[in-house]
């Protein structure tokens, strides 16, 4: 399984744009990258899902390198409502031989 | 928002006592998860189950039980409760595989004395 490392936290203020790194070193071929989002006393919420290079929704843009050990998450113009903690996870797709492990995340926290 | 639902959403009980928590989905999704979540630990995988009577066990599967007998109701049982299992459980679903897009419920609150 391919096991990711992340910040424990990081801090940001209200409108700024937050990178948030993941490092996957073992990640292979098959494997998808995906982040997740979860507020308090809720369960976590999928945000954006990519393989390589550079994928954007509506929420966040994910950044892979070619390489593909390791990945950025872009949250543009944070609010004090993504105070959140964020999990990077790597997994195989579609062919599902491998679990996802969600780790503990990111805790990124919003200042006004 | 997907249809999952939990039940109970809290629940309090004694140490050696069986428990069940029920996950129930309206989505017809094939795969269906149990994770539990701790402070310091992250969300970490009990079981999962990848068809009506097809489970698996995940990284955390000692004390736990699991059955799916229709598509749309997944059962995680504590045979005998312990202290150790108190935590927040969340169920989760998705379409075809673990790296497809997982919708989690609302999470069970379990507290064993």
């Known amino acids: 399984l391919a096991k990711t490392t992340q910040p424990i936290s990081m801090d940001s203020y209200e409108g700024q744009e937050v990178n948030i790194t993941c490092s996957h070193n073992n990640i292979a071929t098959n494997d998808y990258i995906t982040w997740y989002q979860q507020f308090p006393s809720q369960g976590p919420r999928f945000i954006i899902q990519?393989?390589?290079t550079k994928v954007t929704n509506e929420v966040a843009s994910l950044f892979i390198p070619a390489d593909r050990k390791s990945s950025t998450l872009s949250l543009p113009r944070v609010s004090l409502s993504d105070t959140a903690v964020y999990y990077c996870?790597?997994?195989?797709?579609?062919?599902?031989?491998?679990?996802?492990?969600f780790g503990q995340g990111t805790t990124l926290q919003v200042k006004p | 928002d997907a249809g999952i639902t939990q039940s109970p959403r809290h629940k309090v009980t004694e140490t050696g006592t069986p428990v069940t928590l029920r996950c129930h989905q309206t989505?017809?999704?094939?795969?269906m998860y149990w994770y539990r979540q701790d402070p310091g630990h992250g969300l970490r995988l009990i079981h999962y189950s990848y068809g009506v009577k097809d489970t698996d066990k995940g990284e955390v599967s000692d004390g736990y039980s699991v059955s799916r007998s229709k598509t749309e109701d997944f059962l995680l049982t504590l045979e005998s409760a312990t202290s150790s299992q108190t935590s927040v459980y969340f169920c989760a679903i998705s379409e075809t595989s673990f790296a497809n897009e997982q919708f989690f419920g609302p999470g069970t609150r379990l507290t064993v004395l």
């Open positions: 996870l790597v997994g195989d797709f579609p062919s599902n031989t491998g679990k996802l492990i």
């Open positions: 989505e017809n999704h094939r795969y």
């Open positions: 990519g393989y390589k």
